[in-house]
């Protein structure tokens, strides 16, 4: 587990990744993800399997699970400590590695990345958007931060850790039965849900 291709997937494995895990907790957070997947999983049908790229400690697991009980869940998770907390859950199967060694060994119904591509290296998105279409069997869910064209970004006082795109448009181009069904934004100033700009697409096989 210690060898990787990327800094961005050292940053994520070690001490940054641990404090991530503790900042990232508390009724609040389970609140907003409820919120969101209320929205996108309406716009679903016949969902039984579900995958999450870079699951941290199963915050949005857990809503899709009050959701869709009984779902199948799964969860791809790099740092060592989110993946302890995701085992607290039970009854996730859980893929202890980095996204960029995933290989897909059977398709889900949804496949859900939320806040992860925006912190990939953007030399290597083009592998992690085949490992989301080839595990898909029917829909795609990208939440990310969006910019038109591709920006990087400060995040938390370190550089190169943050970039900015419109991934769903990349993969809208590189696959021709991808298709749009909707997609959303969560506003900081949300007056009940306030969330940290970003926008969640949801992509169809068709």
Aim: glycine fraction near 8%; include cysteine.
């Amino acid at each position: 587990m210690d060898t990787y291709k990327t800094e961005q997937e050292v940053f994520w494995a070690g001490e940054f990744g641990n404090e991530y895990i503790d900042r990232n907790t508390g009724p609040e957070l389970n609140a907003k993800a409820l919120s969101i997947f209320v929205k996108i999983l309406g716009r679903t049908m016949n969902v039984h399997s579900f995958i999450e790229f870079g699951a941290n400690r199963g915050i949005n697991i857990q809503a899709i699970r009050q959701l869709i009980p009984g779902i199948e869940l799964s969860a791809i998770e790099i740092n060592q400590k989110a993946v302890k907390e995701l085992e607290k859950h039970g009854g996730i199967k859980i893929y202890h590695q980095s996204i960029l060694d995933f290989t897909p060994d059977y398709k889900r119904d949804f496949v859900l990345i939320k806040g992860v591509l925006s912190h990939i290296n953007p030399e290597f998105l083009p592998q992690v958007y085949e490992r989301l279409y080839e595990t898909s069997n029917h829909y795609i869910c990208l939440a990310e931060y969006y910019n038109p064209t591709p920006v990087e970004a400060p995040y938390r006082g370190h550089i190169g850790k943050l970039f900015k795109r419109d991934f769903a448009g990349d993969m809208l181009d590189k696959y021709n039965d991808l298709v749009l069904i909707d997609y959303g934004f969560a506003y900081r100033r949300d007056n009940v849900f306030p969330s940290g700009d970003g926008t969640w697409f949801l992509l169809e096989k068709r």
